[in-house]
């Protein structure tokens, strides 16, 4: 793995953000560095909309919100003195998405730590930085979160956690 290929792993949270923060602040225009910002697509779960049309547009709303997301989160890295051509923007969609049904591509969503540490391992990153999802310790435990996962699951690289 490559200590100097960063991936940050994005759900578009707070967190997240301060997680491209803190590798924009750490990294402050040094060069030799790769940075690539990954969203896994966790598309709206269709049994909550009444038709297929109102759950393709749900689905466009939060692809548009990532995006924006991301493209913040890329300007935010090259604000700190990063070359544009060093940071890049990784967008899988799921598998059933109701925006990206024919993506070559794509996340079968039964594990977002899985997709993340998979992407991660196919790309050679040696560093991977993910946002702590504000839950309690309880919640945590009942319903597990991506970030434990990625921590307990990830092998050859480092993980950084971002509170």
Same mark, same amino acid.
């Given at each position: 793995m490559d200590p100097k290929?960063?991936?940050?792993?994005?759900? *578009?949270? #707070?967190?997240?953000?301060? @997680?491209?923060n803190y590798v924009a602040e750490l990294l402050d225009g040094s060069s030799g560095f790769l940075v690539t910002v990954l969203y896994i697509e966790r598309p709206p779960n269709r049994d909550l909309f009444p038709d297929e049309a109102?759950?393709?547009?749900?689905?466009?709303?939060?692809?548009?919100?990532?995006?924006?997301f991301l493209q913040q989160a890329k300007t935010n890295?090259?604000?700190?003195?990063? *070359?544009? #051509?060093?940071?890049?923007? @990784?967008?899988?969609?799921?598998?059933q998405?109701?925006?990206?049904?024919?993506?070559?591509?794509?996340?079968?969503?039964?594990?977002?730590?899985?997709?993340?540490?998979?992407?991660?391992?196919?790309?050679?990153?040696?560093?991977?930085a993910i946002g702590r999802r504000g839950v309690s310790r309880a919640e945590e435990f009942l319903f597990g979160s991506v970030t434990t996962k990625v921590t307990h699951l990830a092998k050859d690289c480092t993980v950084w956690v971002v509170q």
């Amino acid at each position: 793995m490559d200590p100097k290929k960063i991936l940050i792993a994005v759900d *578009a949270s #707070e967190n997240a953000a301060r @997680a491209v923060n803190y590798v924009a602040e750490l990294l402050d225009g040094s060069s030799g560095f790769l940075v690539t910002v990954l969203y896994i697509e966790r598309p709206p779960n269709r049994d909550l909309f009444p038709d297929e049309a109102s759950w393709v547009e749900a689905g466009q709303t939060q692809e548009l919100r990532i995006r924006t997301f991301l493209q913040q989160a890329k300007t935010n890295l090259t604000g700190h003195g990063l *070359a544009p #051509e060093t940071v890049t923007i @990784a967008y899988v969609p799921h598998c059933q998405s109701p925006v990206n049904p024919d993506a070559l591509q794509c996340s079968i969503g039964t594990s977002i730590a899985r997709d993340i540490l998979q992407f991660q391992q196919k790309g050679n990153f040696g560093t991977l930085a993910i946002g702590r999802r504000g839950v309690s310790r309880a919640e945590e435990f009942l319903f597990g979160s991506v970030t434990t996962k990625v921590t307990h699951l990830a092998k050859d690289c480092t993980v950084w956690v971002v509170q």
